[in-house]
């Protein structure tokens, strides 16, 4: 009986590592979908011209998961909340806590965008989406460094711990 | 005869009121409550919406201005109304321009956009201005709602007038002061011609260049107000471009365009008329003799392109004709 608590020990360890590793691993791709979603984004307002809740749907139906559902999420609170964009854009990008894994800067960044956007015409928007979309990748960059830094290091750190753990309870 | 002309006065005020509430989702929450308290018969006769930032909410009707109390109640006493908060003024302007100032840019610029239904919105704020030119507006605080009316039948007396004995339509200029009811004249104009009357005239193919949207109300490509089953519709065009693109493009036999204003403006009216295109244009004054001390007005009087003036006033309320002028 303690052997086997001592080996679910062990594995829940090594199930939280591996937990901790799969978002690091998951972030760099889920900032090259949001740096894709801003470059659609610009390509409908600079060259389809749409008004932007289309723009954002278009993008929302076209982006890959789960980044397309914070798309989705400032459709439906402009829609239907009557909020000032910035603000729908900031609450969506909290709500967006909850499924994608950004650090502070990479929300910072789309913070930002989201108070400019719409405001201004369309080659000052233009600007604003690019200016995002190279902070984005630069985020992705680093991001990938840290994905092969850590990657296998939180994954040792979940097994190392778990083994620790059952020697000492041993 | 007096039946008739209720059920068709009711009829009328059905449908203004309908144009009043197809505004109404384009303002703020709050304001939107308090303007649906408004009574049902002064929503039916209500010309213009005034919101202006820390300011009372006004209505222009027939009688005058009317400032709107919170609780929709109207008064003559500006300290009664309902006084407009920034925040109002900033959601009003995203429902207005559905978040996408880039998409209303060049309308910001002549200092209005225009809402779906044809409703035009006079915006105020700060000009930003480069080499002489207002290139957009900031901190916009101001918003005047000219509430558009779609009154088929009103042109009744005119279309006869501005036909000659073979049918063929003569170039004709509507001048009134602002808020006349001029644009809401040619659209029945354009209506009338397009649909033809039995035994009167016959169909025209009409093209209307929709510089601001206001008289077809396109939205997605079709046009919200009936403009006639012959009618093509250049929503957005620069009048002149669009004058122009109607006469290569098109081949109008009456082309109808809103506010002439400038010599350009005159020429390009001059150049369709030489194509053989009658001219059913509007423009702002108050006597053939006012327009003609303008640039554009001396250039029409010169060319004698118009052969029709035909005068709107308010001596009966908005959009009477005051007089039909004939030139020869």
């Given at each position: 009986?303690?052997?086997?608590?001592?080996?679910?020990?062990?594995?829940?360890?090594?199930?939280?590592?591996?937990?901790?590793?799969?978002?690091?691993?998951?972030?760099?791709?889920?900032?090259?979908?949001?740096?894709?979603?801003?470059?659609?984004?610009?390509?409908?307002?600079?060259?389809?011209?749409?008004?932007?809740?289309?723009?954002?749907?278009?993008?929302?139906?076209?982006?890959?998961?789960?980044?397309?559902?914070?798309?989705?999420?400032?459709?439906?609170?402009?829609?239907?909340?009557?909020?000032?964009?910035?603000?729908?854009?900031?609450?969506?990008?909290?709500?967006?806590?909850?499924?994608?894994?950004?650090?502070?800067?990479?929300?910072?960044?789309?913070?930002?965008?989201?108070?400019?956007?719409?405001?201004?015409?369309?080659?000052?928007?233009?600007?604003?989406?690019?200016?995002?979309?190279?902070?984005?990748?630069?985020?992705?960059?680093?991001?990938?460094?840290?994905?092969?830094?850590?990657?296998?290091?939180?994954?040792?750190l979940g097994w190392a711990l778990g083994v620790a753990l059952a020697l000492m309870l041993a | 005869m007096n039946l008739h002309r209720g059920i068709e006065g009711r009829q009328q005020e059905l449908a203004?009121?309908?144009?009043?509430?197809?505004?109404?989702?384009?303002?703020?929450?709050?304001?939107?409550?308090?303007?649906?308290?408004?009574?049902?018969?002064?929503?039916?006769?209500?010309?213009?919406?005034?919101?202006?930032?820390?300011?009372?909410?006004?209505?222009?009707?027939?009688?005058?201005?009317?400032?709107?109390?919170?609780?929709?109640?109207?008064?003559?006493?500006?300290?009664?109304?309902?006084?407009?908060?920034?925040?109002?003024?900033?959601?009003?302007?995203?429902?207005?321009?559905?978040?996408?100032?880039?998409?209303?840019?060049?309308?910001?610029?002549?200092?209005?956009?225009?809402?779906?239904?044809?409703?035009?919105?006079?915006?105020?704020?700060?000009?930003?201005?480069?080499?002489?030119?207002?290139?957009?507006?900031?901190?916009?605080?101001?918003?005047?709602?000219?509430?558009?009316?779609?009154?088929?039948?009103?042109?009744?007396?005119?279309?006869?007038?501005?036909?000659?004995?073979?049918?063929?339509?003569?170039?004709?200029?509507?001048?009134?002061?602002?808020?006349?009811?001029?644009?809401?004249?040619?659209?029945?104009?354009?209506?009338?011609?397009?649909?033809?009357?039995?035994?009167?005239?016959?169909?025209?193919?009409?093209?209307?260049?929709?510089?601001?949207?206001?008289?077809?109300?396109?939205?997605?490509?079709?046009?919200?107000m009936d403009v006639g089953p012959c009618t093509d519709v250049l929503d957005g065009y620069p009048k002149i471009a669009g004058i122009m693109v109607a006469i290569r493009a098109l081949t109008p036999e009456?082309?109808?365009?809103?506010?002439?204003?400038?010599?350009?403006?005159?020429?390009?009216?001059?150049?369709?008329?030489?194509?053989?295109?009658?001219?059913?244009?509007?423009?702002?004054?108050?006597?053939?003799?006012?327009?003609?001390?303008?640039?554009?007005?001396?250039?029409?009087?010169?060319?004698?392109?118009?052969?029709?003036?035909?005068?709107?006033?308010?001596?009966?309320?908005?959009?009477?004709?005051?007089?039909?002028?004939?030139?020869?």
């Amino acid at each position: 009986m303690r052997f086997w608590l001592l080996v679910t020990l062990v594995l829940g360890c090594g199930w939280l590592g591996r937990i901790a590793s799969s978002s690091v691993r998951e972030r760099p791709r889920q900032l090259a979908s949001l740096e894709w979603a801003v470059s659609r984004l610009e390509t409908e307002i600079n060259h389809t011209m749409v008004f932007l809740p289309e723009a954002l749907e278009t993008v929302a139906e076209l982006a890959p998961a789960p980044v397309d559902r914070l798309f989705r999420d400032v459709v439906c609170m402009l829609l239907e909340g009557e909020l000032p964009l910035k603000e729908a854009w900031c609450q969506a990008i909290v709500g967006a806590r909850e499924y994608l894994v950004l650090s502070g800067d990479d929300e910072r960044i789309l913070i930002n965008l989201g108070g400019s956007l719409g405001v201004s015409h369309r080659s000052d928007q233009s600007r604003h989406l690019a200016m995002a979309r190279e902070l984005l990748r630069q985020q992705e960059s680093l991001a990938r460094r840290l994905e092969q830094q850590s990657c296998r290091l939180y994954g040792a750190l979940g097994w190392a711990l778990g083994v620790a753990l059952a020697l000492m309870l041993a | 005869m007096n039946l008739h002309r209720g059920i068709e006065g009711r009829q009328q005020e059905l449908a203004s009121s309908l144009s009043y509430n197809q505004v109404l989702p384009s303002v703020a929450g709050s304001l939107r409550a308090i303007l649906a308290k408004v009574p049902a018969k002064v929503q039916a006769h209500a010309l213009e919406l005034r919101i202006r930032q820390g300011r009372p909410l006004a209505l222009v009707i027939p009688e005058g201005i009317r400032f709107v109390a919170a609780g929709g109640g109207l008064s003559m006493e500006p300290k009664e109304g309902y006084l407009v908060t920034e925040e109002e003024c900033r959601l009003t302007l995203q429902l207005m321009t559905r978040s996408s100032m880039y998409m209303v840019q060049d309308q910001l610029a002549q200092g209005f956009v225009t809402l779906p239904g044809g409703h035009r919105v006079g915006i105020g704020g700060t000009a930003f201005v480069e080499q002489g030119e207002a290139k957009t507006i900031r901190d916009i605080s101001q918003f005047s709602i000219r509430i558009a009316k779609e009154l088929p039948g009103v042109a009744s007396r005119v279309v006869p007038a501005i036909t000659d004995a073979t049918g063929r339509v003569l170039s004709t200029l509507v001048v009134s002061p602002p808020g006349c009811g001029k644009t809401t004249l040619i659209r029945d104009i354009a209506r009338q011609l397009s649909w033809g009357k039995t035994g009167s005239w016959r169909c025209h193919t009409v093209a209307i260049v929709d510089e601001r949207g206001e008289i077809a109300a396109t939205w997605q490509g079709e046009p919200q107000m009936d403009v006639g089953p012959c009618t093509d519709v250049l929503d957005g065009y620069p009048k002149i471009a669009g004058i122009m693109v109607a006469i290569r493009a098109l081949t109008p036999e009456v082309l109808i365009t809103d506010e002439l204003g400038t010599a350009a403006d005159a020429q390009a009216v001059i150049q369709a008329s030489a194509a053989g295109v009658a001219v059913v244009a509007s423009i702002h004054g108050s006597s053939w003799e006012s327009i003609k001390m303008r640039p554009g007005g001396s250039l029409l009087a010169e060319s004698q392109v118009f052969r029709r003036l035909i005068f709107l006033g308010k001596s009966r309320g908005p959009g009477t004709i005051e007089k039909i002028q004939v030139l020869s």
